[in-house]
């Protein structure tokens, strides 16, 4: 019995026995429990050895298909709207141009910046600027400030950052303004982010009293300030917003859903061409690598005869193949630029990249 008991693996929970005649155990149940044990462990690494399910992302399959993107139609263009574009441009320079207020003027560039039209004003918008800072407004308005200093960074105009803090009080306005231009700091201004924190705790804390529209102002750019926004859809939220202003500007409205249509008409256009490209791209690269990793990369005719007979098959496979391609692209576009594939199959960094691509891919699935 005492053989059993030291030859048994197993070290249960229980107290140790040792004193054998007050806690006698029968070899039987040692062993029973011994089968049990070990039916188990066995049973619980036949199931670790099995291969795990791999959860689902719920990934949803792309929308991007080549008849939807053929489908996209717009009933804009530049051949029908184009006159009507050019005359509101007109009316908006005109608009800078008639401003006399550095204030009028600085709200002005700044809703046109918004508004995704202020690409068409370049020019105008750096004379006017120009103009505020040979003025040197005495600016007492910590809105118009904090506006004055963004705009002027953004242009890359040089603008001290003291801006005075002590008179905020209640404004939220102001305090939102500021908020966005402390947004601009350049290294080594540790001033600018602490008060960045500073305004964006008093934002945070002023959500509660204030009006919807203004709350959703200060929540937008809390969670992604307007230096950070893509302009094309920023123009198409703000266009929304500053319809609602009371000193809004109809032309600039007109002008900036006419811009806004046109330029999602070149981009379904350009859309289209490029999934007409990567469609032929696909096509020449698989043909073209197919036939790349099965042969030596040596662009050279002269040399096939030291080639073996099967290496040939696929060696003229492959100068035929480029030679279709070099008809192809002349036939399009009058341009020959096939002396850059040889170019990189020589180098053999080509599949060299491919195939470290492949094992960074191997690692991931």
Known sequence: MEQLLAASPCTFSSTIVNDYSTNLVSPWTRLSRLRVLRRSTIASNLSSLQPKQRRSANY?????????????????????????????????????????????????????????????????????????????????????????????????????????MGSLGRDTVALLSLYEASHLGMHGEDVMEEAKKFRAEHLKSSLGKLNCDLAMQVQQSLKVPLRWRMPRIEAMNFIHVYQEHDTNNSTLIELAKLDYNLVQAVYQQELKQLATWWTELRTYLTRFVCILSAIDHIWDTTSMKDLPEYMRTCYLALLDYVNDMEHEILKDDGSNNTHYIKEEASSKQILQQCSINMLKLSDIL
């Not at 991007?64 to 009933?75: F, R």
């Not at 809703?111 to 995704?116: A, D, F, P, V």
């Not at 600027?129 to 506006?147: E, G, R």
Request: charge should be negative.
């Open 60 to 164: 949803h399959p792309s929308i991007w298909e080549p008849s939807l993107i053929e489908s996209l139609t717009t009933p804009f263009s530049y051949e029908i709207h184009g006159a009507k574009l050019e005359g509101l441009k007109k009316e908006a320079r005109n608009l800078l141009k008639c401003v006399q207020y550095p204030c009028s003027t600085l709200k002005l560039i700044d809703s046109m910046q918004r508004l995704g039209a202020s690409y068409h004003f370049g020019r105008e918008i750096d004379e006017a600027l120009s103009n505020v800072i040979s003025s040197k407004p005495a600016i007492d308005d910590l809105c118009t400030t904090s506006l004055l200093f963004r705009i002027l960074r953004e242009h890359a105009y040089p603008i001290s950052t003291e801006v005075e």
